[in-house]
């Protein structure tokens, strides 16, 4: 029976990558990329000679169904997006949910583990993480404002992801709903040469952004109503 890996890749530092994962990705026939250019960069660096295919968010059924075939001749396929885990605010859902449909059981997907934007920020904030709220991306519009209140009222701790053009209008609209004294983290670049941790209430947190820089990827964590 073939077999669709999912594995994850580093989130900024290529030293973040599974001895296993370097592995699988050399063996397979083939690695769908949700970049190739992008993933040309870890691959290089690991010497992977293996071919590369682009499967993204846009691709079509055409695409899938290509998969299936090759799957079904008994090729054994690796998935990996930009950077961290496939299928986490990634490419990825779709695909598995079609081949657990269209192959009827006569495949094994298999996660291979690694780096994560989510996990990364949430194991260095000091807050709880026996449960908590992951949004992904919140939305830019319609029902924004709901979900700023409903995390101004949660009693568990909430993750989410923010681009550098949005951290700035993000902060503002949740310093305008939570507490002055709530805590949160808001984890710039992690891994990579600008990491930073900003920690403290919405108000010193965008004082200290300013101060440094709004450039590179951010997690934003806020802790839970009644915590510290
Ligand atoms: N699949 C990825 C994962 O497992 O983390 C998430 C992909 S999502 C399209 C990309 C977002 O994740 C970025 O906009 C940013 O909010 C967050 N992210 C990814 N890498 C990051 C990093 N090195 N530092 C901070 N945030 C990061």
């Not at 990364?120 to 029902?143: I, N, R």
């Not at 681009?163 to 709903?177: C, F, N, P």
């Not at 300013?210 to 009644?226: D, L, Q, Y």
Request: with cysteine; charged share 20%.
């Amino acid at each position: 029976m073939s077999t669709l890996y999912v594995v994850a890749t580093p989130i900024g530092n290529l030293e973040d990558i599974t001895v296993r994962a370097v592995r699988i990705l050399k063996e397979v026939d083939l690695i769908l990329c949700e970049d190739t250019r992008h993933t040309k960069q870890l691959l290089t660096r690991y010497e992977i000679k293996t071919p590369t295919q682009s499967y993204h968010q846009h691709s079509s059924g055409g695409k899938v169904k290509t998969i299936v075939e090759m799957l079904e001749s008994g090729k054994n396929l690796a998935m990996v997006s930009d950077a961290g885990t496939p299928g986490i605010n990634d490419p990825g859902v779709l695909l598995v949910k079609e081949l657990v449909t269209q192959m009827d059981g006569n495949i094994n997907i298999v996660p291979i583990p690694g780096a994560s934007a989510v996990i990364t920020a949430l194991c260095v904030s000091g807050f709880p993480s026996h449960e908590f709220s992951y949004l992904g991306f919140v939305p830019h519009k319609k029902g924004r404002q709901t979900i700023f209140q409903t995390i101004a009222q949660s009693e568990t701790t909430t993750v989410f992801y923010e681009s550098s053009h949005r951290i700035m209008k993000t902060l503002d609209a949740l310093g305008s709903v939570l507490e002055p004294t709530r805590q949160l983290i808001v984890c710039r670049e992690l891994t990579k040469l600008h990491e930073t941790m900003y920690r403290g209430t919405c108000a010193t947190v965008i004082e200290s952004l300013k101060k440094t820089s709004t450039k590179g990827e951010f997690v934003i964590i806020i802790a839970p109503r009644s915590w510290g």
